[in-house]
């Protein structure tokens, strides 16, 4: 399973009714980041559950469901995070 397939399956517990996920590690060739193994992506996430709650509580949701991955896995995550209602 890639890393992009197990980001899936873990903001799964999010019950998005949207997620695009794109990896931009090659944009960071020769970053720090790059070489420990983390990766760069850019996470477009659509769920009701974010429904009144602002862009800090939102990032935390995702972080939470990420879980251990953004230890290992992910190096910088650039997080863009809606409603149903707002997109």
């Known amino acids: 399973m890639s890393r992009i397939e197990k980001m899936k399956a873990r903001l799964a517990s999010l019950n998005p009714t949207f997620v695009n996920i794109v990896d931009e590690s090659h944009k960071h060739a020769g970053h ?5 193994g ?3 992506y850019l996470l477009q996430i659509v769920t009701h559950k974010f429904a009144g709650k602002g862009t800090l509580a939102r990032h935390r949701m995702i ?11 992910i190096h910088a995550l650039n997080i863009q995070a809606s409603t149903p209602d707002e997109i």
């Open 32 to 36: 720090a980041g790059a070489q420990s």
């Open 38 to 40: 983390g990766g760069h």
């Open 63 to 73: 972080y939470s469901a990420l879980g251990e991955m953004m230890k290992t896995d």
